[in-house]
């Protein structure tokens, strides 16, 4: 009997422990309302994003992320180092276009990004020398007060995550 409660302890403690928080945010584990999604992220300078990408080198912190009710979307001043496998800044920024769709990824949903134009410039575009490449990138919906937001998983989550927050209307 007293090793039967243990073990309940103890696995109602593993559950408590493996709940739903990540960080500051919380990954979106409930299917999300599509029409609801859409709408322009921008860098969350309240979470350690901001400054996670300062120590990284970067400067300018005005990236945006927007995705469209007819499932396109567009980014521009992206930070290189989110198509990088180690998380490595270049110095540089990048911006591009393309289609978007939601999917569930293990427990959490995920917005897929399927690039198929690059804004000449970008670090991408230098790098590979043809805006021509196309590239699939991974966002985690986070859950929000309002609405949705975005999470970027730098180097398999080495680095940590960086947060975007839905920009408000007005």
């Known amino acids: 009997m007293k090793v039967r409660l243990a073990l309940l302890t103890i696995l109602a403690g593993l559950l408590a422990a493996c709940g739903r928080f990540e960080g500051t945010f919380s990954f979106l584990r409930d299917e999300p309302v599509k029409a609801d999604v859409p709408g322009t992220f921008i860098l969350d300078q309240s979470s350690q994003s901001g400054a996670m990408l300062r120590s990284m080198g970067y400067t300018d912190l ?3 992320i927007t995705l469209k009710e007819d499932g ?3 980014i521009s ?3 290189d180092c989110w198509l990088t496998d180690f998380a490595d800044s270049k110095g540089g920024y990048d911006g591009c276009s393309g289609t978007w769709s939601i999917y569930k990824s293990y427990s959490v949903y995920t917005i897929s990004l399927s ?3 690059w804004v000449e410039g970008s670090t991408y ?3 590979k020398k043809n805006s ?3 590239y699939t990138a991974a966002f985690t919906l986070t859950k929000e007060k309002e609405g949705y937001g975005l999470a970027l998983p730098l180097a398999a989550g080495d680095k940590g995550h ?3 927050r839905r920009e408000k209307r007005g």
Do not use: E, I, K, L
């Open 162 to 164: 960086v947060y975007f």
């Open 77 to 79: 001043q992206m930070p």
């Open 62 to 64: 005005s990236a945006r």
């Open 132 to 134: 021509g490449f196309a």
């Open 115 to 117: 690039v198929d134009r």
């Open 125 to 127: 575009v230098r790098d």
């Open 72 to 74: 396109t979307f567009s």
